[in-house]
């Protein structure tokens, strides 16, 4: 029996005036979801547990089948694990934004999704001059990076960027306990970064520069069980993201670099279908993760955003369940997404989202039903995180 995962990061959503009052899951040209939705079994999930946020971090955990509330220690330290940055006991893992700030708010969380290439140097300048033995600045990609602090502070509350854009910075600056120290780094970070070459020629060239950093998702390292310890499972995810890599490695799992997979929509969909379906050749698991739809929810494009859905269905979801098909092996196949981010509000949200699975071979499907937010009928299954591994052990 072979279990396929495939997840579009975000996919779920409002409806949106720019596409009539559709969702873009409604607005996609999705008919392999549809299909997938009419012939095998539709849920609405609940994929993040009540009182913890609805990030991607969270969220994924629950649908590779772990209860954050039980192993959640933060962001930073499983996209530690996800750049193999190898946590000792000691050590705080903090996610590093370099980002956009403006007469005090947050104009942009990525810095015009500034690219590796001109990050790093940026990245180089602040371990010379605020790194330390015990404290160090660490690339990641594009505006991603991570500091690794020996003893570093676990206690403050700290606020992803991405999801107060827009909005003034002030109430979600760093705060309570050790928040200072959070807070004299990102200050420092400012003078070193406002004359940095970089950021010269990048507002030459009229791009957007870097005022700071932001320091955010701190914790420990993360410790959970394998795959093959839980449900004895061999497997592989295929991702473009380190967070999602992250909890590949935490959880024991194969996680390939799929060359020009750059988690946008430009991303390399037939790279990542080959490396899925050649994991599938010798493993049990493969979990497919596309983060193209949530970017364009946090760039506020729901026309892209539909076009990333409609890619998904077309260049992932279509021909990794036409290739199971073919084979005509045993196989479950769960296709869904992690949370929704709302056009409108360009920041992620925890109501329910459509999940679909199917179990096959079962020949050609020609019928479509709907698979979007607004499924419920009032005879719908609702589902939450705590379901994914009685599925993933096949008793569902
Ligand atoms: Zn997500």
Known sequence: MKTVVLIGDG???????????????QAAVAPNMRKIAAAGKLYLADTVPPGLPPGSDVANLGLLGYDAREFYTGRAPIEAAGAHLPLKDTDVALRCNLVHIADNKMVDYSSGHISTEDAAP????????LGRPGLSFNTGVQYRHLVIWDGGPTDPVTQPPHDILT???????????????????MEASKEILANHPVNIARKER?????TQIWLWGQGPALKIPTYKELYNLTGTI????????????????????????????DTNY??????ALKALETQDFVYVHVEAPDECGHVGDAKLKTQAISDFDAKVVGPIWQALETKGEPYRLLVTMDHRTPVE?????????????????IGPVSEECAFDEFINDGNIDIRTFEWIPT????EA
């Not at 991702?239 to 988690?263: K, S």
């Not at 037939?270 to 490396?275: E, I, L, P, R, T």
């Not at 599925?391 to 096949?394: A, E, N, S, T, V």
Request: glycine share 14%.
């Open 167 to 185: 909005q003034d910075i002030g109430k979600y600056l760093p705060h309570e306990g050790r928040a200072q120290e959070l807070l004299d780094l």
């Open 206 to 210: 009229g791009e957007v520069p870097v």
């Open 270 to 275: 037939q790279g990542k279908v080959d490396y």
């Open 345 to 361: 509000i360009r920041g992620h949200s925890a109501e329910p989202v459509p999940l679909a699975t199917l179990e096959g071979p």
């Open 238 to 265: 295929i991702t473009a993201v380190d967070l999602v890599r992250g909890l590949g490695v935490l959880a024991g799992l194969d996680t390939p670099e799929v060359p020009g997979a750059t988690g946008w929509i």
């Open 11 to 25: 996919m779920g959503d409002w409806p949106c005036p720019e596409l009539e009052g559709k969702t873009p899951l």
């Open 122 to 129: 940026m990245i180089a300048t602040l371990q010379e001059k």
């Open 391 to 394: 599925w993933l052990r096949g």
